[in-house]
């Protein structure tokens, strides 16, 4: 994956994020048209850089804490 193909799927995430409508990792994984471990990995990576994203398993969305 090279750095714009991350830094465009970062950008989309944090969007998808900010409006709680990422869906399941799953489905979260289509949107940004990438693997499920992607996700995981680009979300790991924002945790890192001191972004507060939680996961609900209720409305099965990540948000902003």
């Known amino acids: 994956m090279n750095y714009e ?3 465009s799927r ?3 995430l944090k969007e998808l ?3 709680e409508s ?3 990792p799953i489905q979260l994984a289509a949107k940004l ?3 499920i471990s992607t996700v995981f990995r680009l979300i ?3 945790k890192q850089m001191g972004e507060p994203i939680v996961y609900s ?3 099965q969305t990540y948000y902003y804490k």
Do not use: D, M, V, Y
Request: positive net charge; charged residues 30%; hydrophobic residues 25%.
């Open 10 to 12: 970062e950008k989309h």
């Open 44 to 46: 790991r990576a924002l």
């Open 57 to 59: 398993k209720i409305r």
């Open 22 to 24: 990422t869906g399941t």
């Open 33 to 35: 048209n990438t693997s």
């Open 17 to 19: 994020i900010k409006q």
């Open 5 to 7: 193909t991350t830094l």
